[in-house]
């Protein structure tokens, strides 16, 4: 498998676009820290989601901790770097593994905060045995052996060496994911929600669903920041296999509304232009229709996922090379559309 396909699956960002703008950084021994704002962190580098760090007067406000306890350990860690302060919340953007499995690193001390779909979602669809856990744990097998056999083939020292610690990141990853235990918010809210932190406002602001049926966008007024979670990570194509594909792009649409300049998304880099989220939103409208039409014409939602071309978006995606999407989001598409006929 190659590395972007594994990055995909654990939201490692592998390469910033050229044009992304540069921040200050804090490099900890895991997570890289970029300050965007007067004590706001966009941290990326560990295993799953990039995390937002709010250090407020007293205290610190976490936006999702990634996979594995062992990388939230780490973030932690490396964040007494950019403060002394103790983390006394951490919101969870959506229930998906790669922002909440960190969840368990925190005592009940700390608030975990999430939308009321998110504790509902962990405590009763069985995480560990669905997607997009299921896919990420049973890749893991054969992405070791390919990486084994690249280490072993490859002649050029510095690109060995390259492989060699891609291989060993992969199975520290294998081994940490054992110790995976979901945890569910012990707060929740169900359309938004207001956290004074000393003289920090943070909005947490439920705009409709989309990525999946609760998802959380934790909003800064003062700041006029927005952390978008996987609703939307600006010039990357977000996974689909829980989506809610009409809601998804009105809920965008909400989310344009919001008085902000600086937007950080649950992976990928930085964004300003709320023109990428248009261009988002017509993605999300033509692989709909591009689907739903196959599925018309009764092909198959895995014959669908290969056929379906989407390159008139790769201007904007450069992760789109050639035709075809994938699978589990267009296998959501079918599933979404049979529900909506049953109504
Ligand atoms: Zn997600």
């Not at 012990?186 to 049926?213: C, D, P, W």
Request: with cysteine; net charge neutral.
């Amino acid at each position: 498998m190659k590395l972007s396909a594994i990055a995909a699956i654990f939201g490692i960002t592998v390469s910033a676009a050229l044009t992304a703008e540069t921040f200050p950084v804090t490099q900890g021994k895991v997570y890289k820290f970029e300050k965007v704002g007067e004590g706001i962190y966009y941290a990326t580098g560990g295993t799953g989601s990039n995390n937002v760090v709010i250090v407020n007067d007293q205290d610190v406000v976490l936006v999702d901790d990634g996979t594995t306890p062992a990388t939230a350990r780490a973030l932690l860690q490396d964040m007494r770097l950019i403060t002394s302060k103790p983390v006394r919340t951490v919101v969870n953007t959506h229930f998906h593994y790669d922002h909440t499995d960190g969840n368990s690193v925190f005592g009940p001390e700390v608030q975990i905060i999430a939308h009321e779909y998110l504790r509902n979602a962990i405590l009763n669809f069985d995480v560990l045995h669905r997607e997009p856990f299921k896919t990420a744990q049973s890749a893991l097998p054969g992405q070791i052996e390919s990486l084994r056999k690249q280490v072993a083939e490859e002649k050029d020292a510095t690109k060995k060496a390259a492989l060699d610690k891609q291989l060993r990141d992969t199975e520290a990853v294998r081994e940490q994911m054992k110790e995976v235990k979901p945890v569910p918010p012990n707060v929740t809210y169900s359309s938004r929600m207001t956290l004074h932190k000393g003289s920090r406002e943070i909005q947490l602001l439920f705009l409709g669903r989309g990525h999946t049926g609760g998802d959380t966008f934790v909003y800064l007024p003062k700041e006029k920041i927005v952390c978008t979670g996987d609703e939307e990570e600006g010039a990357r194509i977000a996974y689909m296999g829980d989506a809610f594909f009409d809601e998804w792009i009105a809920t965008l649409e909400e989310l344009k509304k919001l008085d902000f300049t600086l937007a950080l998304g649950g992976h990928g880099t930085p964004f300003r232009d709320k023109g990428i989220i248009t261009a988002f939103q017509s993605y999300l409208r033509d692989i709909v229709d591009q689907v739903s039409r196959l599925r018309k014409q009764g092909v198959s939602a895995d014959e669908a996922a290969k056929r379906v071309d989407l390159r008139a978006h790769a201007k904007d995606f450069s992760q789109i090379q050639a035709p075809g999407a994938e699978i589990r989001g267009v296998r959501r598409i079918y599933a979404w559309l049979d529900e909506r006929e049953k109504r």
